[in-house]
């Protein structure tokens, strides 16, 4: 067993300052090499410029934060951490289920590549959010000010292409919308580079999952429960599912078989996080294993998170602290295999 640890930072600032704070923190950190080897040294920042300028401006001033908080170009930070143009990743697993009351989600997949970073932050120029960071801008999942909560689930490289990783997505839509109908609309407009399934709920009892390719947008809806894995379900994007979806589809039943059991949040967060449930995976090296737990009960705003094999939870209620109280934990420990 080795020690497993997130960094937990609370950051209320500018774009750029917050970036500038990020790019501190990364200062002597593995995370900057790790990325150089992932990433492409270069990429097309005037088109990145421009997409971001339509979708998200404020995220190009935290990457100019970025650049200067680590001593590097932007045109470097954008290829580092911008999510845009970056090289094909296999085998991510992620499991979610919605109600009406409640989000709760596992993110399944190799340590190697994983920020160890849980952020709340309040930008002057977007909605204060709180969630996992993946390529430093990135969210693997979280929730904003308006009660919009919203994971990344992997399906394919199918059709792969230049375009927006899942993860800077998922940041895109936190930041920029309150509900999941404009969630939806927006992931519409977004550039896809791969094949990725969107969970999503919001304060006011919708829910929805976006099965996105670079090519075409499908929308499931329900109006009680919603689940979501690693594959597409909608008929018209079928084909562009792995060969193999098997464990895909075995979790999929099985949280159906949950929801008929009209469980409470926290039933449902310990289900999530119980190493002997068949929603948490050890398989570590072959980049599928549980590496967070995250949830939200969407009427008293409670974010309750934890990591692999940890005795600790972090619980916050959102609202307390977008209205200004900070939480005093600053990290997460648990175990990996």
Not at 269 to 283: A, G, K, M, Q
Request: hydrophobic share 40%.
């Amino acid at each position: 067993m080795t020690e497993f640890s997130v960094k937990i930072i609370q950051l209320r600032d500018t774009s750029f300052n917050i970036g500038r704070k990020l790019g501190n923190n990364l200062q002597g950190n593995a995370l900057v090499d790790i990325f150089e080897s992932v990433t492409r040294s270069e990429i097309d920042y005037k088109n990145l410029t421009s997409i971001f300028s339509a979708l998200a401006p404020h995220l190009l001033e935290e990457l100019e934060g970025l650049a200067e908080g680590v001593g590097i170009s932007s045109e470097k930070a954008a290829a580092l951490f911008s999510g845009y143009d970056v090289p094909k990743t296999e085998a991510m697993g992620c499991s979610a289920i919605m109600t009406k009351d409640f989000y709760v989600r596992n993110y399944d997949f190799s340590p190697a590549l994983y920020d160890g970073l849980f952020s709340l932050v309040q930008s002057d120029s977007a909605l204060a959010t709180a969630g996992y960071n993946l390529q430093v801008i990135g969210r693997h999942d979280g929730v904003n000010q308006h009660g919009l909560v919203a994971g990344l689930h992997f399906v394919s490289n199918h059709g792969y292409t230049t375009g927006i990783s899942a993860w800077t997505a998922i940041r895109i839509i936190l930041d920029m919308c309150s509900n999941v109908d404009e969630a939806v609309q927006l992931l519409k407009e977004i550039p896809h580079a791969a094949c990725y399934n969107f969970s999503l709920g919001d304060k006011h009892g919708k829910m929805a999952v976006v099965e996105a390719s670079p090519e075409n947008i499908a929308v499931r809806y329900d109006e009680s429960t919603l689940a979501c894995v690693n594959h597409f379900q909608m008929r018209q994007l079928k084909e562009k599912n792995r060969e193999s979806i098997d464990g895909s589809v075995t979790r999929n039943h099985y949280m159906k078989q949950l929801a008929t059991k009209k469980m409470t949040h926290e039933n449902m967060y310990d289900e999530f996080r119980n190493i002997h449930s068949p929603l948490f995976f050890t398989d570590y090296e072959n980049m599928f294993g549980t590496l967070h737990t995250i949830s939200y009960a969407y009427q008293d705003s409670q974010i309750k998170t934890t990591i692999a094999q940890s005795e600790q939870t972090l619980d916050i209620n959102f609202q307390d602290w977008v209205d200004g109280k900070d939480i005093n934990e600053k990290k997460l420990i648990g175990m990996i295999d």
